[in-house]
């Protein structure tokens, strides 16, 4: 059973940094992509970053651009997000998704790395909070 467990959310304020981790266990880590979505209040799931089963692609919604890196450690199991220079407007749950395809081809994961549907499992999630 595929399980995912989020970690390193809390409370900050503005300009800080926090790293989320997110660890994986019941398939192939390797195997699979991983994004990272976050769900604020009233609003819908939304892209943050992917990393491909290989790791040699990398995507990131335009609006965390510069400011986050995904980065994988496959020895660990281990996605992470290191997040800098947070804004109010990153508050959120963050939840860690892995692909449901296993080696995804990368022209195929070009077009579905921002969408959820693409995710066959998802962590609980971890809240996220920048105050300004």
């Known amino acids: 059973q595929v399980q995912l467990v989020e970690s390193g959310g809390g409370l900050v304020q503005a300009g800080d940094s926090l790293k989320l981790s997110c660890a994986a266990s019941?398939?192939?880590?390797?195997?699979?992509?991983m994004g990272w979505f976050r769900q604020a209040p009233g609003k819908e799931r939304e892209f943050v970053a992917g990393?491909?089963?290989?790791?040699?692609?990398?995507y990131y919604a335009d609006s965390v651009k510069g400011r986050f890196t995904i980065s994988r450690d496959n020895a660990k199991n281990t996605v992470y997000l290191q997040m800098n220079s947070l804004k109010p407007e990153d508050t959120a749950v963050y939840l860690c998704?892995?692909?449901?395809?296993?080696?995804?081809?990368?022209?195929?994961?070009?077009?579905?790395?921002?969408?959820?549907?693409?995710?066959?499992?998802w962590g609980q999630g971890t809240q996220v909070t920048v105050s300004s």
């Open positions: 019941g398939r192939t880590f390797s195997s699979y992509a």
């Open positions: 998704a892995q692909d449901g395809a296993s080696q995804r081809w990368a022209d195929t994961y070009s077009i579905t790395y921002f969408r959820p549907v693409a995710y066959a499992y």
């Open positions: 990393i491909s089963w290989d790791g040699n692609t990398i």
